[in-house]
Nanobody, 116 residues
Framework: VQVRESGGGLVQPGGSLRLSCAAS????????MSWYRQAPGKERELVAH????????NYANSVRGRFTISRDNAKNTVYLQMNSLKPEDTAVYYC??????????WGQGTQVTVSS
């Protein structure tokens, strides 16, 4: 069982990135899939999630209107489209799959740096 993030990198303020979270060993559509981030010296925070079995989503206030979480069930992958990026979005972004006690999986993270 694994989730693996990709798509991070260096981008200028105002730019865009799309992060991918590829799930293996389980069916991601049966899990609540979330993106978290952790900036240096700060606690990990929830960025966005999409519920299991559906398309309902929720976002942190700081990213609402700029970020979009989505699923591709055929690819067993979840995405985070990030637009209008700001320096304060700089962080390591983590994918999480959750279905309950003992069914809680984290990726290794992907670095996003927003800087001119």
């Amino acid at each position: 069982v694994q989730v693996r993030e990709s798509g991070g990198g260096l981008v200028q303020p105002g730019g865009s990135l799309r992060l991918s979270c590829a799930a293996s060993g389980f069916t991601a559509s049966n899990y609540r899939m979330s993106w978290y981030r952790q900036a240096p010296g700060k606690e990990r925070e929830l960025v966005a999630h999409i519920i299991s079995g559906g398309s309902s989503t929720n976002y942190a206030n700081s990213v609402r209107g700029r970020f979009t979480i989505s699923r591709d069930n055929a690819k067993n992958t979840v995405y985070l489209q990030m637009n209008s990026l700001k320096p304060e979005d700089t962080a390591v972004y983590y994918c999480n799959a959750w279905r309950g006690v003992g069914l809680d999986f984290w990726g290794q993270g992907t670095q996003v740096t927003v800087s001119s």
